[in-house]
């Protein structure tokens, strides 16, 4: 039973931070230690994940069949290869290549020496502060209609770099997209959609890992958070996107500073274990 409840209380977590610019994969590692309950394992994160994809799917279904629509008809009638559709096709594919060359590459330094405390912490301030500093110098100009294959590329360059638990897949899209002159709800948008790739495949790869490897939980337990994360991430995505048209990053960054300074304190103090 007690499983199920922390499974329960992760669902929910994976569910209101995986769209935050706040790191759900630093959620997933830092309360479960601060509980006492230990690492979860990367399995179990990456299955969880697909929850909030489904979200993600079931949100943005027209634009995502209109989409895959599009890019399918504009391989074969070359009328259609200007739409903005078929090149966002182009743009989630190429924009996905990095996060999974470098996933397939570094699979085991990322589920051991990544999962590191010393490191999540470093990295939610790190990033917290690049993501201040691109919300802020960023012109706010350019829409996804604007978008050029190398700037897809670059968002997906910074996709990559939440392999690294912290660091926060949306975190370090809109911090690429701001920088780069892209409105805050127009990144949001390009980066929900840019995730499902990665996540679904990263989900999918590693479900033969439970309940082996490092995971804590077998297959009742991870299917609970799941859906729970499906749930709560459903009504996250609607609050995020209204939410970044009228406000600035900043109460992001401040709790990244705030969550990564306490954990930093506690691991110097003994009280966690990294």
Known sequence: MADFLQALFLGTLQGLTEFLPISSSAHLRIFPELFGWGDPGAAFTAVVQIGTELAVLLYFRKDIWNIARTWTLSLFKPEYRGHLDARMGWFVIVGSLPIVILGVLFKDTIESHFRNLWLIATMLIV??????????????????????????????????????????????????????????AAVARYSFLLAIPAVVGAGVYEMKEIPHGDNMYGWGPTLVATAVA?????????????????????PFVIYRVLLGSGVLALLAAGVLSA
């Open 127 to 184: 990033m917290g502060l690049v993501l201040l500093a691109a919300d802020k110098l960023g012109s706010n100009t350019k829409q996804i209609k604007q978008m050029t294959m190398r700037e897809a590329a670059l968002m997906g360059a910074a996709q990559a770099a939440a392999l690294v638990p912290g660091v926060s897949r949306s975190g370090a899209t809109l911090s690429m997209g701001r920088a780069l002159g892209f409105e805050r």
């Open 230 to 250: 499906f749930v709560i991430g459903y009504a996250a995505i609607a609050w995020l996107l209204k939410f970044v048209s009228h406000h600035t990053l900043a």
